[in-house]
């Protein structure tokens, strides 16, 4: 009776230094499939989302202190900077987290964001103009009326910039590092490249003969 072997056996047809090697990821296509790039991608997405945790965090105690100055009463400040504080506190622990282990890569994770941080400056400068052509249209009446108002509408601009910044920007930018972030950690963190030496190791193309790199 015949048993299907469904992955070819042994050890590994090359080294994961081999694999890592920046000469070899320069002469791949940079959207080559590979096992490697699979690991920092699906890595770098769960970073991304946890960086605007952390720089979301401080703009949002921001528009506490705004708010609580515009209106004069300590309340916006009181609720909103805590939760910042807490917001950044639990995106800076996530991060690291999600950082120093392989992920799970079973799991679907689509970024519908810029990967890159040009691609994310590019995006929130077009929102940015787009919005700031609205707001012209009412600032000079707020201005005539002198009761704050101007100063509540370019404060109100400087914040959602603010959070453009931090939903856009930020994670763009870790996006489009995932790669060679990934790359640096395995060379420096001794758990995390054992965890991929050991994924290596087992690791074969369900779907055809790919190599396990380049990164």
């Given amino acids: 009776m015949t048993h299907h072997v469904p992955f070819p056996a042994g050890a590994p047809a090359h080294s994961l230094d081999h694999w890592l090697s920046p000469e070899l990821a320069r002469v791949s296509p940079p959207n080559a499939p590979s096992r490697l790039r699979q690991l920092a991608d699906a890595q ?3 970073a991304a989302g946890w960086s605007s945790a952390i720089a979301g965090g401080p703009v949002l105690a921001l528009a506490g202190a705004f708010f609580s100055t515009m209106s004069g009463n300590p ?4 609720v909103l900077a805590p939760l910042g504080v807490a917001l950044m506190l639990l995106g800076i622990s996530s991060w690291k987290r999600v ?3 392989l992920p799970d890569t079973n799991r679907i994770l689509i970024s519908r964001g810029p990967g890159s941080a040009r691609g994310g400056v590019a995006m929130v400068s077009v929102l940015a103009v787009a919005l700031g052509g609205i707001l012209s249209l009412y600032l000079p009446s707020a201005v005539a009326k002198d009761d ?3 100063a509540m509408l370019a404060g109100s601009f400087v914040l959602i910039l603010a959070v453009l910044v931090a939903c856009i920007v930020v994670p763009s930018a870790v996006l489009g590092r995932a790669r060679e972030s990934f790359r640096l950690r395995i060379q420096s963190n001794p758990e995390l ?3 991929v030496e050991q994924d290596l190791a087992v690791w074969r ?4 003969n790919a190599g396990y790199g380049p990164l």
Avoid: F, S
């Fill in 44 to 46: 770098g997405t769960r």
């Fill in 99 to 101: 950082r120093a282990k």
């Fill in 148 to 150: 704050g108002t101007a």
């Fill in 193 to 195: 490249r054992r965890a």
């Fill in 205 to 208: 193309d369900p779907h055809g």
């Fill in 75 to 78: 309340a916006a400040v009181l």
